[in-house]
């Protein structure tokens, strides 16, 4: 098979076992068919992706991520082994650090813009395929995933990641037809979703991407006031927008639920190893008191990391964030459009939804994104920068514009980038 093949199916495998397979249900250790299914897709990835960074160029890559994760794994064992879950969070923690080195491979031998192409391919295509099969759950209120049963929320991950790479590569100057129905699908299927955190940090991401155009082209910006225009004057006439913040009155009571849950995350430590080390990555649901219900999920990446980690692992997590933002902002412009999308879409989506830092989509895209923009990498950026999407060079013969002299059969053409000049042989 050839490279982009591989990556391809290296990404949809990622993809294919991070989503979830089974609405509702969380792992507690069971090794069943869907447990056993996943992780030989995970491994089947990463002998995939390390197999292909052998036989191909190894592109540099540092490792200040990996350790990163190290220590937030590190700590959720160490939580497991004394609050009883060390078989399933262990489990948990070792198919985190298979994906991780899925991922770490496959950038070996991939550039930036092959790696997120795969990569947002795959999650559009799963996405699709999801949409398409859970279309009739729309009448419910909120689109979900057919098959697989993606939560709306999952979907609208998937979907998210589609719309910031289809702007990213329109930043870029790379405008069709192609990509602009991709990202407007994608974004629709954002709407369709009702998931709100997810639609508020896919704007602030494409509005901080939106100021590295340099120069925007007429069309996309009379689209774009065109389409935005439209679209508020339609939010405030119909209530369309309003109704869907709302979601039928049950939009405040999510929010309310979700400080219930973290308030009892605050006091679920019984000793000061739980309160330093947590209690393992499985565990995703604490209970409550005083409500009419017993239990609820933690609904966040940071308070799940609290209770699954402890100070340690949300300590070194905040450090790792921080850190992979430090990097970012040092990136080639052209490469800190794309990488400072994510960053916003996916640390948003972390304060209200958990699993930046487990196994799903989220944690395969900021994993990337760590090990592409810190220092032992960065170099490497600017050797992969894309070409600018411009008009060909030409390079006239003597005489030259404003001569009068008419181009000869000489003239050289090239399209960027444009190779070192050639030396003459003495």
């Given amino acids: 098979m050839g490279g982009a093949v591989v990556r391809l199916v290296v990404a949809l495998l990622l993809v294919a076992c991070t989503v979830g397979w089974r609405r509702g249900q969380y792992f507690a250790g069971s090794l069943d068919p869907v447990v056993v299914a996943k992780g030989g897709l995970s491994?089947?990835?990463?002998?995939?992706?390390?197999?292909?960074?052998?036989?191909?160029?190894?592109?540099?890559?540092?490792?200040?991520?990996?350790?990163?994760?190290?220590?937030?794994?590190?700590?959720?064992?160490?939580?497991?082994?004394?609050?009883?879950?060390?078989?399933?969070?262990?489990?948990?923690?070792?198919?985190?650090?298979?994906l991780a080195g899925a991922v770490f491979f496959l950038l070996r031998n991939s550039t930036v813009q092959q790696f997120f192409s795969s990569l947002a391919l795959a999650c559009g295509s799963v996405g699709a395929v999801a949409a398409v099969t859970g279309v009739s759950t729309v009448s419910t209120g909120r689109l979900q995933g057919g098959l697989p049963p993606l939560s709306p929320n999952e979907l609208a991950m998937l979907a998210g990641i589609v719309v910031v790479y289809v702007v990213w590569r329109t930043v870029l100057g790379e405008l069709g037809w192609r990509l602009t129905g991709s990202g407007a699908v994608a974004l629709g299927v954002v709407w369709a979703t009702g998931s709100r955190t997810a639609?508020?940090?896919?704007?602030?991401?494409?509005?901080?991407?939106?100021?590295?155009?340099?120069?925007?082209?007429?069309?996309?910006?009379?689209?774009?006031?065109?389409?935005?225009?439209?679209?508020?004057?339609?939010?405030?006439?119909?209530?369309?927008?309003?109704?869907?913040?709302?979601?039928?009155?049950?939009?405040?009571?999510?929010?309310?639920?979700?400080?219930?849950?973290?308030?009892?995350?605050?006091?679920?430590?019984?000793?000061?190893?739980?309160?330093?080390?947590?209690?393992?990555l499985s565990v995703k649901i604490i209970e409550v008191e005083g409500q009419w219900w017993n239990e609820q999920p933690l609904d966040s990446s940071w308070v799940s990391l609290l209770v699954q980690t402890g100070l340690l692992g949300l300590l070194a997590a905040v450090v790792w964030v921080l850190w992979v933002l430090r990097g970012l902002v040092r990136a080639p412009r052209p490469y800190r459009a794309l990488f400072l999308g994510l960053w916003v879409f996916l640390v948003g989506r972390s304060l209200v939804e958990s699993g930046m830092f487990d196994a799903t989509p989220a944690f395969l895209a900021f994993f990337a994104l760590s090990l592409l923009v810190e220092g032992g990498t960065r170099a490497r950026l600017h050797d992969e920068l894309p070409p600018p999407a411009s008009r060909p060079v030409v390079h006239r013969a003597p005489g030259g514009p404003g001569s009068g002299a008419l181009p000869s059969a000489d003239d050289e053409v090239r399209r960027y980038p444009v190779g070192p000049p050639a030396v003459p042989s003495s």
Avoid at 236 to 245: E, S
Avoid at 253 to 278: H, K, N, P, V, Y
């Fill in 199 to 280: 639609l508020l940090m896919l704007v602030a991401a494409l509005m901080v991407m939106a100021l590295h155009i340099r120069r925007a082209r007429v069309g996309l910006v009379v689209g774009g006031l065109l389409l935005g225009g439209f679209g508020a004057v339609l939010a405030v006439t119909t209530g369309v927008l309003a109704g869907w913040l709302e979601r039928d009155g049950t939009g405040v009571s999510t929010l309310e639920s979700r400080f219930i849950a973290w308030d009892a995350a605050t006091r679920w430590a019984e000793s000061a190893w739980q309160l330093a080390f947590g209690g393992g």
């Fill in 43 to 98: 491994g089947l990835a990463l002998a995939l992706a390390f197999f292909a960074a052998q036989s191909g160029y190894r592109r540099r890559l540092g490792t200040g991520s990996v350790w990163m994760l190290g220590i937030v794994l590190g700590s959720s064992v160490f939580g497991a082994l004394v609050h009883g879950t060390l078989m399933a969070s262990g489990l948990v923690a070792v198919r985190v650090a298979v």
